[in-house]
């Protein structure tokens, strides 16, 4: 991946700087142009100055660990660097600096002065590429700094260009933009908690309004927009009545809910009209404090069970399902009631979406995202086209001698990292694995050993780093505890395979068919199911304990809605059996 970008960064900058060259006859006649009078290095505000400058800004967390390189102390690394990221040999640039994030972070601050401003600006269109490029890179393995990357900014002032992937990049660019004119730098906002009575920074519920809309119930209904009956409303009259929660618990209130309806509610309301009122909803409710938010989730999930006991009386056993399922959660002052075929994808972005500080910004970003272009399948038309990125070595490792040597129950042929393999998964089954269990139960047990216990090894987002070739493979997994998608998915299939249980590995893509990526299907009882351990074991780490697995034996229409394979070429998971075991374990 690093590799192919660093490429492809150099190539459109060179596009960009030889637009100019070529002539025709009569310019090349045409008297050269008087030189443009540029200042001295020494005259600008070094790049190192610029990024220090900028980093109070930048709204960089307490206790992130930062790596500052600048030409002063560490010349080659930099340059390295910056080749890397902007395809730009160390003869092409001025001056420099980077403060960047280490381990699992995304946090990222590039000053770059070149020659002249044309440059400057091919290198803004590079940094932009860079910025889908790091998203991509945190898709599905840790959302909150891939939304990071995806907020990033990049900022000229003439010739000089600063990259900004931080949790303020507006205050960050304001920043760079000050120091480089010699302004004073915006003032620190001092961070004093207030009283929660007096605290006003909340988002009104009213201008998440067509966020939630668009976001929280696209997620929650992905056939929403598609001609599906549905409602929308922030009035509040009949939630006492509705839900058992007075008008004085809460200040605001937004509701979508959709159907098919089973008839219009008349004008006087009844807790028999309301209960048939609508089959999904999405109430959210921001309380006066955090406690009363905690009281109206209570309400909320008293509310659902009552609707779902309505609709086992009137035998609609499937529907009634989907209402057992759902949540009432609270974060914040927020409290919402989420119930939906698709519940799990919305009980994960509400917390996101209504605690974050510019949810315009984010809400811009969703809609017009800085995601490639969606190419849609046309044998698939759900699914985005599949082409394989080839920016990573995805082959296989060969077990082809454990699996033998487990079969005989005799080791001693194996030597090196085969013997050292073969001993970690024979310890690990020994863990985990009993007798009688049933395929899903030993499906569940390796999954969940493997998401609590292997972490996903980082250094393949570093630019500098160089990620060590058993993470692809199941060493990396069973023996090192640290792996890549592929070592992940190559751990999952061994255990699989040597207890027994029909499995294939998937070497596919995500974001839109820009990044490799792995992962697994599994055969219970003639039918397939899709996993993905990895996504699963990030969402573990990023959210801790009561994150829900929400790749753990998936359909392929579920699976394809951020990932992309070879789909003529798979076999299709038509089926959903999670067995219970949707809580990491």
């Not at 070592?487 to 249980?501: H, K, R």
């Amino acid at each position: 991946m690093k590799r192919a970008f660093s490429m492809l960064l150099a190539l459109v900058l060179l596009l960009v700087l030889l637009s100019g060259c070529g002539q025709s006859e009569d310019t090349a006649a045409s008297p050269e142009p008087e030189p443009v009078e540029l200042a001295e290095p020494s005259e600008l505000p070094a790049a190192q100055a610029l990024a220090e400058a900028v980093l109070p800004a930048s709204g960089k967390e307490e206790g992130l660990e930062v790596e500052g390189l600048n030409r002063d102390v560490d010349a080659e690394r930099l340059a390295a660097y910056i080749e890397v990221i902007c395809g730009l040999a160390a003869d092409r640039w001025e001056d420099a600096a980077v403060i960047r994030g280490t381990g699992a972070s995304a946090f990222e601050i590039v000053v770059l002065r070149l020659a002249d401003e044309d440059a400057a600006a091919g290198l803004e269109t590079v940094l932009a590429e860079y910025l889908t490029a790091r998203e991509g890179a945190f898709t599905g393995y840790a959302p909150v700094e891939a939304e990071m990357a995806a907020n990033g900014l990049v900022q000229r002032e003439e010739r000089t260009v600063g990259l900004f992937i931080c949790p303020d990049p507006e205050g960050a660019g304001e920043a760079f933009s000050a120091a480089y004119h010699g302004e004073a730098l915006p003032a620190p906002v001092e961070a004093e908690p207030e009283p929660i009575e007096e605290q006003d920074e909340f988002t009104p519920l009213f201008e998440i309004h067509d966020l939630l809309h668009r976001l929280l119930l696209e997620a929650a209904c992905p056939e929403w927009g598609s001609g599906l009956e549905k409602a929308w409303t922030n009035g509040t009259a009949t939630n006492e009545i509705k839900y058992g929660i007075a008008p004085d618990q809460y200040a605001e209130f937004v509701l979508g809910n959709w159907g098919p309806h089973t008839f219009t509610i008349p004008d006087i309301y009844t807790p028999e009209v309301l209960f048939q009122e609508n089959q999904y909803e999405v109430a959210i409710f921001r309380a006066n404090s955090e406690d009363g938010a905690a009281e109206l989730v209570k309400a909320l999930d008293s509310y659902r069970i009552k609707r779902a006991e309505q609709l086992r009386t009137e035998e609609d056993d499937t529907l009634a399902e989907v209402w057992e399922n759902g949540r009432a959660i609270f974060s914040g002052r927020y409290a919402a009631l989420i119930v939906s075929d698709y519940m799990e994808d919305a009980v994960l972005l509400f917390p996101r979406i209504v605690n974050d500080p510019e949810t315009k910004g984010y809400f811009g970003r969703y809609i017009n995202g800085s995601q490639p272009p969606k190419l849609m399948d046309p044998d698939y038309p759900d699914r985005v086209r599949f082409t394989p990125p080839n920016e990573e070595d995805m082959s296989l490792y060969d077990t082809s001698a454990i699996l033998a040597a487990w079969k005989a129950r005799d080791p001693s042929a194996l030597a090196g990292d085969d013997r050292e393999i073969y001993d970690a998964a024979e310890a690990v089954l020994a863990e985990i694995m009993r007798d009688g269990m049933t395929d899903l139960e030993k499906e569940t047990a390796a999954y969940g050993w493997l998401t609590d216990n292997v972490d996903y090894d980082w250094t393949l987002q570093d630019a500098l780093a160089e990620t060590d070739r058993r993470s692809y493979g199941p060493y990396g997994g069973l023996v090192n505890r640290a792996a890549v998608c592929l070592g992940f998915a190559a751990s999952f299939q061994l255990l699989m395979d040597m207890s027994g249980v029909e499995c294939i590995t998937v070497v596919g893509a995500c974001f839109n068919s820009t990044g490799d990526h792995a992962w697994n299907m599994v055969k219970l009882n003639g039918e397939w199911y899709c996993v993905d351990v990895t996504w699963d074991a990030n969402g573990r780490e990023q959210m801790g304990a009561d994150y829900v697995w929400r790749y753990f034996n998936v359909t392929s229409d579920e699976m394809g809605k951020n990932h992309q394979w070879d789909y003529a070429g798979t076999p299709e998971a038509a089926a959903e059996d999670r067995g219970g075991a949707v809580i990491g374990q």
